[in-house]
């Protein structure tokens, strides 16, 4: 797939690269996942290079189904380019008005605000890339236990909306945040 986005560099933080997952990146997909926090918040763990093929698999199909938006995020390292975290578009459905946005950061970039330029980037061309599918407000759900998805939440530009009930598999209630398409929030078409 040729779609690259980018997040411009800040004063602190270097630019990133956002792009689907390629066969190459197995490697950088399981150093993310030797992290135990990552571990703890995920329901689908990579720790196997057939877990991270199947990984890569899945992406690729979601892709192909235009459906599910997979994209790795990459910065730029003395070697070229590392993997800093993932953030995936889910469930756009032609004429459906929202989809979800979710995201991971590997550890060595978490605090740097990596996540929030990442995510806002995707939710940035989802809105414009299926703005003619009807797509006018995306989603960003974690549970309540984890302050830091709700700092990234607010950061990119996605405001909470109410606590949703525990249910499987999610073992603790959760947070909805809510992010508009700026011209459907004025009404706009």
Not at 166 to 180: L, S
Request: charged share 25%.
């Amino acid at each position: 797939m040729s779609i690259v986005l980018r997040a411009a560099p800040t004063p602190t933080a270097p630019g990133l690269l956002l792009r689907p997952w390629r066969d190459g990146d197995v490697e950088a997909l399981l150093a993310a996942y030797r992290d135990p926090v990552l571990l703890s918040w995920t329901r689908n763990p990579v720790t196997t290079r057939a877990e991270a093929r199947a990984f890569l698999r899945r992406s690729r199909q979601g892709w192909a189904a235009d459906r599910r938006f997979s994209f790795a995020v990459l910065e730029p390292t003395p070697k070229g380019e590392g993997l800093v975290a993932n953030v995936v578009l889910k469930e756009v459905i032609p004429g459906r008005p929202d989809a979800e946005i979710g995201y991971w950061t590997a550890a060595p970039a978490r605090g740097r605000g990596v996540a929030p330029r990442a995510v806002d980037a995707v939710s940035a061309w989802a809105f414009a890339r299926f703005a003619a599918h009807g797509l006018t407000r995306l989603e960003l759900l974690h549970q309540v236990d984890n302050p830091a998805s709700c700092r990234v939440a607010e950061k990119s530009g996605y405001v909470f909306a109410e606590v949703l009930p525990a249910r499987p598999p999610f073992p603790r209630d959760g947070h909805r945040h809510v992010r508009q398409r700026e011209c459907a929030a004025r009404g706009e078409r």
